[in-house]
């Protein structure tokens, strides 16, 4: 298996995936090694460096192999310059991603095929996550004979809000999946743009949807006034927290003591800030900046309606969360999520007046957003990952079998 991340060397939702599936799977009896680039942990550390089997994984069957790499996390990337008022800083990030990232793309599939060649490597099928891996994927499975599933979590279009992609980006994502013998895609969604932006078969896409672990943390106490409203991501276009701001301003005329949590980092931070200003809104509204996932659990704790307004979102595991956690969700028709969640309220993220009117609603009428915890809860414990994972096997069955 081929990842960019894995916890903790994580930047967002994809590392979160990773382990998940790879956890899953590991405990469904596969064997599994799992590449992917690390910083050098020393100076004149050796170009590879060796996780024993299980000693970091933290499960037998699972062996992690760190590719050393110059890379920086987005974490540590230019963000907003700006300082709020109880902001919670990200931690010192681990070296992830960085300042030459295409080169790394390249120089991790050649480390990847010496390494499988080094190590005489034999496995059934090789496993790559987003474009990332891709060029590895590609490579290993000409150097091995191996078939190769290519994994679609975002592509170029869903981070633009779908106008547009960066062509360099574009052609890797393109080559990977034209090569691969499968291509696993997080929604329906994903496997249209799949198919019809990259030109891949219909045949060979297999849409796979995330999951979701129980969150078994404490809610924390509640500490602030009135109902609580919240968006809990990347502050960027594609998560729509605009559309947001735009709602919570409407929800305010018909429930004054709201107030709306707007929790994440990102480039649309300062505008968004700027924006709840000119609303004469500022006072109802929360900024807590980044957040690490105990807080994100208290946040949920807090909560009395989730809200996901994604522009374009190819999945968003974060109303899973919210539903695990017994909170009422709103998703957007425009994310991947809403292809599968039976038990959440749905509207088009430019469609202000109707969110505002979902949030208001479930502010307002008890017995709705009771439904929608219990049954949101009961349908986020179906979904877990050993579901992920058995769905998973059969497109392995098919590739291996084939």
Same mark, same amino acid.
């Given at each position: 298996?081929?990842?960019?991340?894995?916890?903790?060397?994580?930047?967002?939702?994809?590392?979160?995936?990773?382990?998940?599936?790879?956890?899953?799977?590991?405990?469904?009896?596969?064997?599994?090694?799992?590449?992917?680039?690390?910083?050098?942990?020393?100076?004149?550390?050796?170009?590879?460096?060796?996780?024993?089997?299980?000693?970091?994984?933290?499960?037998?069957?699972?062996?992690?192999?760190?590719?050393?790499?110059?890379?920086?996390?987005?974490?540590?990337?230019?963000?907003?310059?700006?300082?709020?008022?109880?902001?919670?800083?990200?931690?010192?990030?681990?070296?992830?991603?960085?300042?030459?990232?295409?080169?790394?793309?390249?120089?991790?599939?050649?480390?990847?095929?010496?390494?499988?060649?080094?190590?005489?490597?034999?496995?059934?099928?090789?496993?790559?996550?987003?474009?990332?891996?891709?060029?590895?994927?590609?490579?290993?499975?000409?150097?091995?004979?191996?078939?190769?599933?290519?994994?679609?979590?975002?592509?170029? =279009?869903?981070?633009? !809000?779908?106008?547009?992609?960066? $062509? #360099? &980006?574009? *052609?890797?994502?393109? @080559?990977?999946?034209? %090569?691969?013998?499968?291509?696993?895609?997080?929604?329906?969604?994903?496997?249209?743009?799949?198919?019809?932006?990259?030109?891949?078969?219909?045949?060979?896409?297999?849409?796979?949807?995330?999951?979701?672990?129980?969150?078994?943390?404490?809610?924390?106490?509640?500490?602030?006034?009135?109902?609580?409203?919240?968006?809990?991501?990347?502050?960027?276009?594609?998560?729509?927290?605009?559309?947001?701001?735009?709602?919570?301003?409407?929800?305010?005329?018909?429930?004054?003591?709201?107030? =709306?949590?707007?929790? !994440?980092?990102?480039?649309?931070? $300062? #505008? &968004?800030? *700027?924006?709840?200003? @000119?609303?004469?809104? %500022?006072?109802?509204?929360?900024?807590?900046?980044?957040?690490?996932?105990?807080?994100?659990?208290?946040?949920?704790?807090?909560?009395?309606?989730?809200?996901?307004?994604?522009?374009?979102?190819?999945?968003?595991?974060?109303?899973?969360?919210?539903?695990?956690?017994?909170?009422?969700?709103?998703?957007?028709?425009?994310?991947?999520?809403?292809?599968?969640?039976?038990?959440?309220?749905?509207?088009?993220?430019?469609?202000?007046?109707?969110?505002?009117?979902?949030?208001?609603?479930?502010?307002?009428?008890?017995?709705?957003?009771?439904?929608?915890?219990?049954?949101?809860?009961?349908?986020?414990?179906?979904?877990?990952?050993?579901?992920?994972?058995?769905?998973?096997?059969?497109?392995?069955?098919?590739?291996?079998?084939?």
């Amino acid at each position: 298996m081929l990842g960019w991340e894995f916890p903790p060397y994580f930047a967002g939702g994809v590392g979160v995936v990773c382990e998940a599936l790879t956890r899953s799977l590991v405990g469904r009896g596969h064997q599994i090694t799992y590449l992917m680039p690390l910083a050098p942990p020393a100076p004149g550390a050796p170009g590879v460096e060796l996780i024993e089997p299980g000693a970091d994984a933290g499960a037998p069957g699972l062996e992690l192999v760190g590719i050393t790499a110059r890379l920086h996390s987005y974490a540590a990337g230019a963000g907003p310059r700006i300082r709020i008022p109880g902001e919670v800083p990200p931690p010192a990030p681990r070296p992830l991603y960085g300042p030459d990232l295409l080169s790394e793309v390249d120089r991790f599939a050649a480390r990847a095929v010496e390494i499988a060649r080094a190590r005489r490597a034999a496995p059934d099928l090789i496993h790559a996550h987003d474009w990332t891996t891709f060029p590895a994927g590609v490579a290993l499975r000409r150097a091995l004979g191996r078939p190769l599933v290519a994994h679609v979590h975002i592509t170029e =279009f869903d981070k633009s !809000g779908g106008a547009h992609a960066d $062509p #360099r &980006v574009y *052609e890797i994502e393109r @080559a990977g999946m034209q %090569a691969a013998d499968r291509v696993v895609a997080v929604s329906r969604r994903v496997a249209a743009v799949c198919s019809e932006r990259y030109g891949v078969d219909p045949a060979r896409i297999r849409v796979v949807y995330n999951g979701v672990d129980a969150d078994t943390r404490p809610a924390g106490p509640a500490h602030l006034p009135g109902p609580v409203v919240l968006f809990l991501g990347r502050v960027t276009l594609q998560k729509g927290p605009d559309w947001f701001v735009e709602a919570a301003r409407r929800v305010l005329d018909a429930e004054p003591r709201a107030t =709306f949590v707007l929790a !994440g980092t990102g480039d649309m931070l $300062p #505008r &968004v800030i *700027e924006r709840a200003a @000119a609303l004469g809104i %500022a006072d109802r509204m929360r900024f807590p900046g980044f957040v690490d996932r105990e807080r994100a659990s208290e946040l949920f704790g807090l909560a009395d309606v989730f809200v996901m307004p994604s522009v374009s979102e190819p999945f968003g595991i974060v109303p899973l969360e919210a539903m695990e956690r017994g909170v009422p969700v709103i998703v957007s028709r425009q994310s991947g999520a809403s292809e599968l969640l039976r038990n959440a309220l749905k509207v088009d993220f430019w469609d202000v007046e109707g969110l505002a009117a979902r949030i208001v609603s479930l502010l307002r009428y008890r017995a709705l957003a009771t439904e929608l915890e219990e049954a949101g809860r009961a349908e986020a414990q179906e979904l877990d990952w050993d579901w992920v994972a058995e769905r998973t096997e059969a497109v392995y069955r098919e590739v291996v079998h084939a």
